[in-house]
C-alpha cells in the first residue's frame, strides 16, 4: 500500500529563472521610492526583471531576477556587485540609496526557482492518509514575479477551515476515519480547481519570459499568451483592463484572461511590443558585475 507516500508533483517544474535579494530597511521618516502598487515596484528591462517587495516596519526586499543559462550575472550574489548593479538600475537605485536605506542582510541567492503542484493523493490515486492535510507550499508554489505565495496558501487555509468545520463533530470535536476522508478528497478537489491553474499559468509566463530575455520575440503561433502579455497589451486596448483586477488580486482564476486574450493577440500583430524600462541591458549590467569583482 502506498498509504504513506505521496504521488510526485503534477503541475509545474524548475522554470529556468534564478534571482539574487538583498533586504533593506528604510531611515526613520524616509520617504518610499517609486511603486507601481501599494505593495511593490517591478521593472522589466533588457534581459532581465527587477523587484522592489515591501514589508513592515520600512523593510523591503529588491530583487535581480534572470535566467539560469545567464552565467554573466551570477556574480550579483556578492555585495559589492549587487550594490554596483542596483545604483545602475532606475528605481532600485532610489530605493537602495543611502541616503533613504540602509541594508539589514547580505545579498541571499535564490536558487533554482519553481512553479510546484502536488495534490493530496499518493501513487496509488488514494490519499496518501487520511487525516494528514498538505497545505501551503506543500501543495502551491509559484516563483516570486507576483508574490502570490501567502495568497496561495491563506486561500487554501480559509478552505481548510470551512472543510474541518463541515467535518469535525460539533459536540465531540472529534471525526471519523470516513469524514476525514471525505474532507481530504473535498480538498483535493478543491486545489485541484483553484490551485493548479495558478502553477500552470507561471509555468507557461515564466518560461515565455525567459525566453524574451534570451532574445526571442513574442510567440504568436501557440494557442494563448502568457497572462503578463495579456496585461501589457491593455496600455493599448482599453478593453482588456476590466479582466486584469480580478486576475491579479487572485479573486478569478487565470482563466478570467481568456476571453481578452484574442484583444491582446490583435495587439501584437501590429508589431507593438512593451516598451523595456530605462536601465543598463544584461550585458551592460555583466560589465557592471565584472568590474565590481575586479
Do not use: K
Not at 176 to 197: I, V, Y
Not at 253 to 274: C, I, K, N, T
Request: charged share 20%; proline share 7%.
Amino acid at each position: 500500500m502506498n498509504r504513506h507516500r505521496r504521488a510526485p508533483q503534477s503541475a509545474g517544474g524548475v522554470c529556468g529563472i534564478a534571482y539574487v535579494d538583498r533586504v533593506y530597511q528604510l531611515h526613520d521618516a524616509a520617504e518610499p521610492g517609486p511603486l507601481v502598487n501599494p505593495l511593490a515596484w517591478q521593472a522589466n528591462l533588457d534581459g532581465y526583471q527587477c523587484l522592489v517587495f515591501l514589508h513592515g516596519h520600512g523593510i523591503f526586499s529588491a530583487l535581480v531576477i534572470r535566467s539560469t543559462d545567464d552565467r554573466d550575472l551570477v556574480g550579483l550574489r556578492h555585495n559589492g556587485a549587487f550594490d554596483a548593479a542596483v545604483r545602475a538600475i532606475p528605481g532600485l537605485a532610489e530605493w537602495t540609496d543611502p541616503e533613504r536605506s540602509r541594508p539589514l542582510t547580505d545579498v541571499l541567492p535564490g536558487g533554482t526557482l519553481v512553479n510546484a503542484y502536488r495534490g493530496q493523493r499518493g501513487p496509488d490515486g488514494e490519499l496518501a492518509l487520511p487525516g494528514l492535510v498538505f497545505v501551503g507550499d506543500a501543495v502551491c508554489t509559484t516563483t516570486p514575479n507576483f508574490g502570490r505565495g501567502l495568497a496561495t496558501t491563506m486561500l487554501q487555509v480559509d478552505e481548510l477551515l470551512r472543510l474541518l468545520d463541515a467535518t469535525m463533530d460539533v459536540t465531540e470535536r472529534s471525526a471519523t476515519t470516513s469524514r476525514l476522508t471525505d474532507m481530504g478528497e473535498a480538498f483535493h478537489a478543491w486545489t485541484e480547481a483553484n490551485m493548479r491553474p495558478w502553477v500552470q499559468d507561471h509555468a507557461i509566463m515564466d518560461d515565455a519570459l525567459r525566453r524574451r530575455w534570451g532574445g526571442e520575440d513574442i510567440d504568436l503561433s501557440q494557442p494563448g499568451l502568457p497572462s503578463d502579455l495579456v496585461m501589457e497589451a491593455s496600455r493599448v486596448d482599453e478593453r482588456i483592463r476590466p479582466a486584469i483586477g480580478p486576475y491579479v488580486a487572485m479573486t478569478a482564476l487565470p482563466a478570467m484572461l481568456d476571453a481578452v486574450e484574442p484583444l491582446a493577440r490583435v495587439v501584437y500583430q501590429s508589431m507593438w511590443r512593451p516598451v523595456l524600462a530605462a536601465g543598463p541591458n544584461r550585458r551592460e549590467l555583466a560589465g557592471i558585475v565584472d568590474a565590481a569583482a575586479a
